[in-house]
């Protein structure tokens, strides 16, 4: 897949403080900061729960008025847009669903030329291909007659983004695309994202809760925090100088530098020589294995290295292409037959481990 060249900025902030504002009293959201949005690149909004990752994104959309600081599409500031240039600049997505169940998906994606004829206007050839374009990038052609009461919720995104598309927004924004989706169709959709981005030169800037698949699939994301404000970058960068874990590791939940991920932290305290294949699927699944029954893997190298709390090795497990040897007699075909064995040592079974 090629990458999208001249990427430009399409949207600024400046000293944006994100809020509410009542007769008595303002509520500050987030914290003031700087970022830029760049054409060609997905970017993914991430924090916890009541971070502020909506009030974000509807204040970039101009649907509430900042706090504080500036805001620019395009070079020009937001307020001085009107609602309907806006509409031709800005593609919105939001969770909330709206009664469309006896539209078909076809009507649905043709709602998306209302900018340009009006929402009763009568569709132009112009606004059939664009409408046709849009089905076709998103890849629902077999579901264009369908009532979208039919669909499941991964279609239904899907019909939305391409909603969206023939809008012909150069900016798309999203509250949670993939809420309520089972794990291939979030895939399926923040690859979509990402390809619009890539090949369309979209701006694709989206909320998220699924963490590890935005790391694994974002240009650059915003870490938003309301005691640590705004923190933006690569997902390495922000992985190599901490920022990751200082947004969201908690008791339980560490991140793992080695991987890129978040992992549980069992509460290891035991620990085991392993060798074989460093590089193998195999090991990679017994290390995995381990730690989730609070064994830590480690190499005879580094055994006198142990963290607080583990003791030493008193088992080695060897990787082989077709099983494990335990203790070198001990042959077990699978990764289950291995811990019960390892977990044997100290009478302990895997239904009995906490």
């Known amino acids: 897949m090629e990458m999208s060249v001249g990427r430009r ?7 944006l403080v994100t809020g ?7 509520r500050e959201v987030s914290k003031s900061f700087d970022a830029t949005l760049l054409s060609g690149e997905l970017t993914c909004l991430l924090g916890p729960n009541g971070a502020g990752k909506s009030t974000l994104l509807r204040t970039l959309s101009g649907f509430q008025p900042a706090i ?11 307020a001085d847009y009107s609602s309907r240039e806006l509409s031709r600049l800005i593609g919105v997505v939001l969770t909330e669903r709206v009664s469309l169940s006896n539209m078909t998906v076809g009507e649905l994606v043709g709602l998306g030329r209302s900018p340009y004829t009006g929402f009763w206007g009568r569709l132009s050839a112009l606004d059939l291909e664009m409408t046709d374009r849009a089905i076709r990038l998103v890849g629902i052609d077999e579901l264009r007659e369908r009532p979208v009461g039919t669909l499941s919720d991964g279609e239904r995104q899907k019909a939305m983004i391409a909603k969206t598309l023939a809008q012909e927004t150069p900016i798309i924004f999203l509250d949670e ?10 895939v ?10 890539r090949e369309e030169g979209k ?4 909320s998220t809760h699924d963490l590890e698949l935005a790391l694994q699939i974002a240009d650059r994301v915003w870490l938003i925090d309301k005691t640590r404000g705004v923190e933006i970058g690569v997902p390495e960068d922000l992985a190599l100088n901490g920022a990751l874990g200082r947004y969201f590791e908690r008791e339980g939940v560490v991140f793992d530098m080695t991987t890129g991920m978040f992992r549980i932290n069992t509460g290891l305290s035991r620990s085991v020589i392993v060798t074989g294949d460093a590089h193998s699927g195999r090991m990679s699944m017994a290390v995995k294995a381990l730690s989730r029954v609070g064994v830590l893997a480690v190499t005879a190298a580094v055994c006198e290295e142990l963290p607080c709390g583990v003791s030493r090795p008193d088992i080695t497990v060897e990787v082989t292409a077709d099983g494990f040897i335990v203790d070198g007699s001990r042959r077990c075909v699978t990764i289950a037959e291995m811990l019960e064995s390892i977990l044997g040592q100290n009478n302990l079974s895997m239904s009995e481990k906490p």
Not at 20 to 26: C, F, I, L, N
């Open 203 to 206: 701006t694709v800037f989206l």
């Open 20 to 26: 509410y504002r009542s007769r008595s009293a303002v």
């Open 68 to 78: 504080g600081g500036t805001i620019e599409i395009e070079g020009r500031s937001l």
């Open 9 to 15: 900025d399409t949207v600024r902030v400046h000293d």
């Open 188 to 197: 399926e959709i923040m690859q979509l994202l990402q390809r619009l981005a």
């Open 177 to 186: 695309p993939t809420a309520f989706l089972d794990y291939p169709s979030k």
